[in-house]
C-alpha cells in the first residue's frame, strides 16, 4: 500500500473533514539519530517522537474541534489515516475530550480492529476508566478480539485479574473458555481462581464452567514442550510491553507487570532497546 507523505495526507484529511481552507500542518518528522535519550516527565518515560506527535495531532484535533467536528469522527478519520500512530492519537484525543474516552475507544477500534490491543494498553496506562471498565467497552465494540484484550489487560493491570476476568465474562459469556485461556496465558497456575471469578461474575455458568475445565485441561497438557510453551508465552508478554512502554506507563507499573508475568530485567532491556532502535514511521 501507498503511504502519501505526511504533509499531503493532512492536508487531504482536513479537506475531507469540510475544512474550507486547508493549511496543512505536516506531522513532524522523525529524524532524530536512533541514539537520541528518551526524556522523562516525572515517573513517565516519553518517548520523544512520541511527545511530539501527540502534540500535532492536539493541534489537528484543535482544528477540527473549533469547526465543531466530533471527537470520534475526528479520531476515526485520524486513526484510518494513521494506524502507525495510534499511541499519540489516542493520548491527543484523551486530552483534548477525556469526558467521551469511551467514544473515543470504540472509534478507535472499531476503525482498525487490529489495533485492539494497543488501544487497550494505552487506555489502561493513561487511567481513562478502571480496567474492567475498559475491558467491558473493548469487548462490546469487537468481540472478536477478546483474547487480546484480556490478556493485555490482564498483563497491564495484574492487580484487576479477577474484576478483568468477571468483566470479560458478563460482556460475552460465550467466549467464557478463550477469556480463561487467555487469563491463564498471562498468570498460570491460577485457572482455579479465574474460574470463581467466572461464577461470581455468572453462578449460572456452573455446569459450563465444569466442562470448559475439561475443555481446558487437554489444552494445557498439548503436545508442546515446556520449553517451547514458555518462549511462546514470554514472546506474547514482550509484545504486550512494547505497547505498554509507547503508552507510556510508568516504569514501576511497566517492571511490575513484567515481573508477575515472569520477565527479568534483561528481557524487558530488551524490549525497550528494541523499541529505542526501531526505524522511524
Do not use: W
Amino acid at each position: 500500500m501507498v503511504r502519501v507523505p505526511h504533509s499531503l495526507l493532512t492536508c487531504a484529511i482536513l479537506t475531507a473533514l469540510s475544512f474550507t481552507t486547508c493549511k496543512a500542518i505536516a506531522l513532524p518528522q522523525t529524524t532524530e539519530s536512533q541514539s537520541s535519550p528518551q526524556q522523562e516527565r516525572g515517573s513517565v518515560v516519553v518517548d520523544d517522537k512520541q511527545q511530539r506527535l501527540t502534540k500535532a495531532y492536539e493541534r489537528l484535533l484543535d482544528q477540527q474541534l473549533k469547526q465543531n467536528l466530533s471527537i470520534v469522527r475526528s479520531v476515526r478519520v485520524l486513526v484510518n489515516n494513521y494506524p502507525e500512530h495510534i499511541n499519540p492519537i489516542l493520548n491527543a484525543a484523551f486530552n483534548k475530550e477525556p469526558r467521551h474516552y469511551s467514544h473515543i475507544i470504540r472509534a478507535a477500534i472499531l476503525t482498525e480492529p487490529a489495533l485492539t490491543q494497543d488501544i487497550v494498553i494505552t487506555s489502561i496506562a493513561r487511567d481513562m476508566d478502571s480496567p474492567a471498565n475498559i475491558v467491558r467497552i473493548a469487548i462490546k465494540a469487537e468481540p472478536g478480539y477478546i483474547d487480546d484484550i484480556v490478556r493485555a489487560a490482564s498483563l497491564i493491570a495484574p492487580y484487576e485479574l479477577d474484576s478483568i476476568v468477571q468483566a470479560a465474562v458478563e460482556s460475552d459469556p460465550e467466549m467464557t473458555q478463550q477469556v480463561l485461556m487467555s487469563a491463564n496465558d498471562t498468570s498460570p497456575g491460577k485457572l482455579a481462581q479465574f474460574m470463581d471469578s467466572a461464577l461470581n461474575a455468572l453462578p449460572a455458568l456452573g455446569d459450563y464452567l465444569l466442562s470448559t475445565m475439561q475443555s481446558i485441561i487437554p489444552y494445557l497438557d498439548k503436545d508442546v514442550s515446556p520449553e517451547e510453551q514458555e518462549l511462546m508465552q514470554r514472546e506474547k508478554t514482550k509484545d504486550i510491553l512494547r505497547g505498554a512502554l509507547q503508552a507510556g506507563m510508568t516504569k514501576e507499573e511497566i517492571e511490575s507487570a513484567a515481573t508477575a508475568a515472569g520477565l527479568n530485567t534483561q528481557d524487558l532491556d530488551s524490549v525497550a532497546l528494541e523499541l529505542h532502535n526501531a526505524p522511524p514511521n
